[in-house]
């Protein structure tokens, strides 16, 4: 065995012995890991100018809030999240909820800037002079859990189970019901020694797509709070990811995990009854998992950028054409107003719309379809033969 196939026995003071290991057939990932990277450094190869950026920094925001919110119970829309972050204020709890994670997302970028400035320099394989540390957990646990309503659950303090009573993670149709370490002592002594796994020699070695699973993995087995475990473990995940240069997919992988939810939870059991089953490579499906999505996440963010950079030159276009006169304000206006519906709209829907009748209010019939005509003839829009508008993006 090599230094990185050794398991990291832990004997704790009430829970028995706790497990940390890679446990991944390296050689069954190594092509979908390449895949992975392979996205990546597509993906990192766009050039991305500040006004794209910034769309697409708030969409994955907005989708990442809402994705890992609703995993752990948030009930509010993707629209209603979006509402709620761009005005910045949370009148009730559910709002909260999701200010909560914006926070903890940007806490999180502070650490990632603090992990790359602390280890510039550092030779591969020599451990991380900065990585997860144990205040980034109760400090981003503080922040998610801030002002929310629960029995048991303090703000950035781990649980202390009492004599009798249990904690219970997960359920029957998801693989079956886990029950974490229980005291704190067992805790306190478990994640003091997940962090210096994770930020080990032997780990540093791993690629970060493989550490931050196995960080979000066990951070999940340990189980450390009484409620936000899993907006936490998600989110120092996806400091190990950003720590290693990756850039809006650590958060996109949220909404990942919430479009995939019951493999999401199968995988964690399917892991850990492995690994009680003395299964060689237990991790091994959970890693696969992480990496079919991460893979899943950067394709779609390659498109988006695509498409952003799309629309951007199809808004420099109509501006100019109003510019020059080209089209007139009112045919400016149909396009502005359909470009953030999407790029194909019915006829009908068209017609339906208030702003729609209130242009042509004074104007004719013939000057509606000759408003529609122009914008066909100057290359911005198709009308179909089943009446349907076609924004000519390219």
Not at 41 to 48: E, G, M, T, W, Y
Not at 125 to 148: K, Y
Request: aromatic share 8%; proline share 4%; with cysteine.
């Amino acid at each position: 065995m090599t230094d990185i196939e050794n398991a990291k026995k832990v004997e704790t003071y009430r829970s028995g012995i706790f497990t940390f290991q890679v446990g991944v057939d390296l050689q069954k990932i190594e092509p979908l890991l390449q895949r992975v990277e392979d996205a990546h450094a597509r993906f990192a190869s766009v050039p991305i100018l500040p006004d794209i950026a910034t769309r697409l920094e708030r969409e994955v925001v907005v989708s990442s809030v809402f994705g890992t919110n609703t995993i752990e119970g948030g009930t509010l829309t993707e629209e209603e999240t979006a509402a709620v972050i761009d005005a910045e204020i949370a009148n009730e709890e559910k709002e909260k909820r999701v200010l909560n994670i914006r926070k903890a997302y940007l806490k999180a970028g502070s650490f990632a800037d603090i992990c790359i400035e602390g280890n510039k320099g550092t030779p591969k394989g020599e451990g991380l002079v900065v990585g997860l540390q144990a205040r980034m957990i109760t400090d981003l646990h503080s922040i998610i859990t801030n002002e929310l309503t629960h029995p048991q659950n303090i703000p950035g303090q781990y649980r202390d189970n009492q004599k009798g009573q249990l904690t219970k993670v997960g359920d029957a149709e998801h693989g079956g019901i886990y029950t974490p370490p229980k005291c704190r002592d067992d805790i306190d002594l478990l994640i003091k020694q997940y962090l210096e796994w994770i930020n080990s020699p032997e780990l540093s070695q791993l690629s970060p797509l493989i550490r931050a699973s196995l960080a979000h993995y066990y951070f999940e087995r340990i189980h450390p709070f009484w409620d936000g475990n899993g907006r936490v473990g998600r989110v120092l995940e996806a400091v190990v990811l950003k720590c290693a240069g990756y850039k809006y997919a650590p958060f996109a992988l949220s909404r990942y995990y919430l479009e995939h939810i019951d493999e999401y939870f199968a995988v964690f059991n399917l892991a850990r009854k492995a690994e009680e089953s003395k299964e060689e490579n237990p991790n091994t499906v959970f890693i696969e998992f992480f990496l079919k999505g991460m893979l899943n996440v950067l394709n779609l963010l390659h498109d988006r950028v695509n498409r952003i950079i799309a629309m951007l030159l199809y808004e420099t276009t109509l501006n100019d054409k109003l510019q020059r006169k080209d089209i007139n304000i009112r045919q400016y206006t149909i396009i502005n107003n359909l470009l953030p519906h999407g790029v194909e709209h019915q006829v009908n829907y068209l017609q339906s719309q208030a702003w729609y009748s209130g242009l042509y209010q004074k104007l004719t019939p013939k000057t509606r379809a000759r408003d529609l005509k122009g914008l066909a003839e100057e290359g911005l829009i198709y009308i179909t033969e089943d009446k349907k508008v076609k924004l000519l993006v390219p």
